[in-house]
Structure formats: C-alpha cells, structure tokens
C-alpha cells in the first residue's frame, strides 16, 4: 500500500505555518483574487506573502500547491496566466485547476510543473479524466464527493494518474464546478469569482427572543432559535417554506460535514494517493485539530495499526457528520 500525501488547507499565512507544523504533506493555497474557489476577504495571500510561506513550507519538506480552480469570464483569462506565471516563478509544487484553457495554457508554458485536476471539474468517468491526462497531461485528479470506494477501485484500475479525494470538511452534496445560486442574489459567481455568500451581503437579525435570522442580501435564507447554532448563510444549506411542506425545511442540503476517518485504509487499498481536507475559510484551531488528527491516523495505518483518531464532532459543520456516497459498498 503507497503511503498517501496528506493535502491541507491554508487559507492565510499563519494557517499554512499551522498545516506545516502539524504534519500536513502538503498544503494547497490561493492569491487574494478570482483565480481560487475562496475568493474570501481576509483570505488568501499576496505575492509575498506567498513567496516567504512557500519558503517556509519546503524548508519544512511541506509541497505547495496553488488553487487556479475558477473558471475565466470570457476576455480576463489574462488574470489566471498571469497568477500560473506568478506561482512557477515562486516556486510551486503544482497547480491546480479545472479550465481547460487555463490547463492547456499552464501544461504549454510551464510543462514541468505539475498539474492537478481540481474537483472543480467535476471529472467523474475514466474517459474524461484520461482526456485530461492526455492532453495536459494531468498527474492527479480530485475525485467529485459522489463515488463510492468500490467506484473509486475501479477508477484507480482505468486511469493513468493519481486520485484524491476529500476526506474531511464541506460534503459538498451539489454538482462540483457548475453551482450558480449565489449568482442569482448577489451577482457573483462562485465558480467565476471564487464567492460564495460574499461577506459583505451576510447580515445576522437577532429579535427580541434570542432567535436569529440569517440573510443574504434582500433575502433571508435562515432562522434559527436561541438554542441553535447558526450556519454561515449559503442558499444551497438554508431551510425554506413552501406551501407543499408544513414548516421550514432543506430544500438542497443539510449542514453536514464530511468525516472519513474511518474509512481511511479502505480508500487507500482502493487505490486513493492524496486525501485532502477542505477548509481554508476555516480557523488556525481547525487547521491545527484536523490536520494533527489526520496526520496520526494515517502513519498508524502504514505502520500496520488501526488508525485512532480524534473527536473532530466539535468542527463539523452543524455539529453533523457524514460519510457520504463513500460508505456504501456497492456499484450504482
């Protein structure tokens, strides 16, 4: 069994120190543009910043790889070469993306860096990602959240490249690469702009009660009592009421998060080379509790032990787990 590369969010500078220093393999980052699927405020790096983190990372034996994983509106595809020229000069380990044009201009202009196919792309069948890896020649591809393992064996026996998959973070349950519902309220795109619910359009209404409202722009996507806790408002996890229900209810998905943990040998018998977890919007504690968790779990199932690893119920989004498509052991 190939030992597998642990792949981690870094969201800021300090959260890249805290993945390096808590035994992430490598870790995956962005410019503070449209080029990254977190186009956050407060997130992301500047080129030096950039360029003082990667030396610290590899001084560490840590990769780094560099989000190009947004899709160019048509004419300003001039800000992602210039980001794939601006990340090769500082040194990354690879890029990843999910815009043919971008991978085709990166796998002419810099061939020898590595390219990774982002989740992004939603590649979900061996055909296309043999595409990718024929004409770009792609090294890696980031496995949509919706195969099984016994799917993922047989994607690893078809495809001439590395898989990874998401272990742990956003179960991302709708179609990756293709979501426009923010666009409908705010204007941006999450796959073109990098933004999700932009935090300057999140407002939080408390009434007299303690209940609180959660609203993007005009549009309130959630309630909760004064004794929930309150998601991030995303329109893809808001309750919503309709005649046809009798109360407010999940009309695309829960608030849940994605927790493999205990399935970690079998993905990596089937085949599975990176195990990546989501989070780069997420805290320096997050960073620190997840990556550490991780890091144990796998060297104890290299060294032949059954993997323990930590509660991270704590970190979940909605106080809620999952395994997803994973767990089931069958084909569809």
Known sequence: MIRPELVCPAGTPSAMRTAVNAGADAVYCGFQNATNARNFPGLNFTVPELERAVAHAHAGGTKVLLALNTFPPAGKVDLWKEAADTGARLGMDAFIVADIGVADYIAR??????????????????????????????????????????????????????????????????????????????????????????????????????????????????????????????????????????????????????????????????GVTALKIEGRQRSKAYVKSVVSAYRKAVDSIMAGQDPQISDLLALTEGQKETQGAFKSKTWR
């Open 109 to 270: 202009t810099h061939p020898d860096i590595r390219l990774h196919l982002s989740v992004q792309a939603a590649a979900s069948t061996p055909e296309s990602i043999r595409y990718y890896c024929r004409e770009f020649n792609v090294k890696r591809v980031g496995l949509p959240r919706i195969l099984t393992v016994p799917e993922i064996k047989l994607m690893a026996d078809e495809i001439p490249c590395e898989i990874e998959t998401f272990i742990f973070g956003n179960h991302g349950l709708m179609v990756e690469g293709r979501c426009s519902l923010t666009n409908y309220i705010t204007g941006l795109s999450t796959n073109m702009d990098g933004v999700c619910s932009p935090a300057a359009q999140v407002e939080y209404i408390k009434d007299d009660e303690g209940n609180l409202s959660t609203r993007l722009g005009e549009y309130t996507i959630d309630c909760f009592s004064c004794n929930e806790s309150a998601g991030y408002p995303t329109i893809c996890k808001g309750r919503y009421l309709t005649p046809a229900h009798d109360g407010p209810y999940y009309a695309f998905e829960e608030p849940i998060s994605l927790n493999l943990s205990t399935l970690l040998p079998d993905l990596m018998k089937a």
